[in-house]
């Protein structure tokens, strides 16, 4: 299982080094993503820019719009059975439940781009004023490696992972 962990990195600089340890401590570029301000100069140094699969509730959103349109076109797909003569209850059913699947994957997919995630709204305004947030999957056990490395040779650089508290009031959380 894999963690996420939100560093948030008061200048380019910091980031730079930040990501040169993480690297020298085994997380390749597809574990880590930045976005900031200013991330051009940082994506040309090789720092792996955040995409909206991880600044956004893109992911969930469709997830739960695939499971509650499935079941809303499963029910359609039997109210239709009866209503229209002559159908497969089974043909019907399973045809209504895929569209439905499908529908429901799509407009939910539409929202859930909107919608940011849990700790990236919550350093919206940090971004803004020039800091930088990194966001880095890691094991779940090594979570605390990486965490105490950072501190140690970075005590300026917040450091947050989604909590359930953050589950709880907030929709989002990117993946």
């Given at each position: 299982m894999m963690q996420r962990l939100y560093f948030l990195i008061p200048d380019k600089?910091?980031?730079?080094?930040?990501?040169?340890?993480?690297?020298?401590?085994g997380l390749?570029?597809?574990?880590?993503?930045?976005?900031?301000k200013d991330w051009q100069p940082l994506e040309k140094e090789g720092v792996p820019v955040?995409?909206?699969i991880q600044t956004t509730d893109v992911v969930n959103a469709s997830i739960r719009g695939a499971i509650v349109?499935?079941?809303l076109g499963l029910v359609l797909g039997f109210i239709a059975h009866y209503v229209l003569i002559d159908t497969n209850i089974i043909?019907?059913?399973?045809?209504?439940?895929?569209f439905g699947a499908l529908f429901g994957v799509w407009t939910s997919t539409m929202v859930g781009v909107s919608v940011r995630d849990v700790k990236v709204g919550k350093y919206d305004k940090a971004i803004k004023r020039g800091s930088t947030l990194l966001i880095i999957d890691v094991p779940d056990e090594q979570e605390e490696t990486f965490r105490e490395a950072i501190k140690r040779?970075?005590?300026?650089?917040?450091?947050?992972?989604?909590?359930?508290k953050d589950r709880k009031q907030s929709v989002g959380e990117g993946h």
């Open positions: 600089e910091t980031t730079t080094e930040v990501v040169n340890e993480l690297n020298s401590m390749s570029k597809d574990d880590l993503h930045v976005m900031g955040a995409t909206l349109g499935a079941v043909w019907m059913a399973l045809g209504m439940m895929l040779h970075h005590p300026e650089v917040v450091i947050d992972k989604v909590t359930a």
